[in-house]
């Protein structure tokens, strides 16, 4: 019974990885205008400068990021094994702490939002919830 509730924990942690993939995806191959309206925001925080890290795009790297997170993920899921537990949760942290940075940026510095951007900010926070949550009847 616990071995399935731990199993269900990663599956969770697999669809918001994958929601989280998908919008990295989305926000590499469109442009601003392609995805979003120009009075929504979208526009202003992807062509910010706070938009590339060290002249990549961010979505770049979260396609990268999400994707070792998603094969290790199952990998958990099919033979679970405590030093994949800690690279999880070491790269969810990493990418929460970024996550907020990014959630801060849009709030009080742009005062704007990117709908795609906040699916994968709030999508790695909620990961990191899950993951760290006993999962216990």
């Known amino acids: 019974m616990i071995y399935q509730l731990i199993?269900?924990?990663?599956?969770?942690?697999?669809?918001?990885?994958?929601?989280?993939?998908?919008?990295?995806?989305?926000?590499?191959?469109?442009?601003?205008?392609?995805?979003?309206?120009?009075?929504?925001?979208?526009d202003l925080v992807l062509n910010s400068k706070y938009a590339k890290t060290l002249g990549i795009k961010n979505s770049n790297y979260g396609i990268v990021i999400f994707t070792i997170l998603i094969i290790i993920?199952?990998?958990?899921?099919?033979?679970?094994?405590?030093?994949?537990?800690t690279i999880i949760m070491s790269l969810l942290s990493i990418g929460s702490l970024i996550a907020l940075y990014f959630l801060y940026l849009?709030?009080?510095?742009?005062?704007?939002?990117?709908?795609?951007?906040?699916?994968?900010?709030?999508?790695?926070?909620?990961?990191?919830?899950v993951?760290?949550?006993p999962w216990k009847k």
Do not use: H, M
């Open 7 to 42: 199993k269900n924990k990663y599956k969770i942690l697999l669809a918001l990885l994958i929601i989280s993939l998908l919008s990295s995806v989305i926000l590499t191959i469109k442009s601003p205008e392609e995805i979003c309206d120009a009075r929504e925001g979208c």
């Open 131 to 133: 993951i760290t949550l």
């Open 73 to 85: 993920t199952l990998s958990q899921i099919k033979n679970p094994e405590k030093i994949k537990k």
């Open 106 to 129: 849009q709030q009080f510095v742009l005062k704007a939002y990117c709908k795609y951007c906040l699916v994968i900010d709030l999508g790695i926070i909620t990961a990191l919830i």
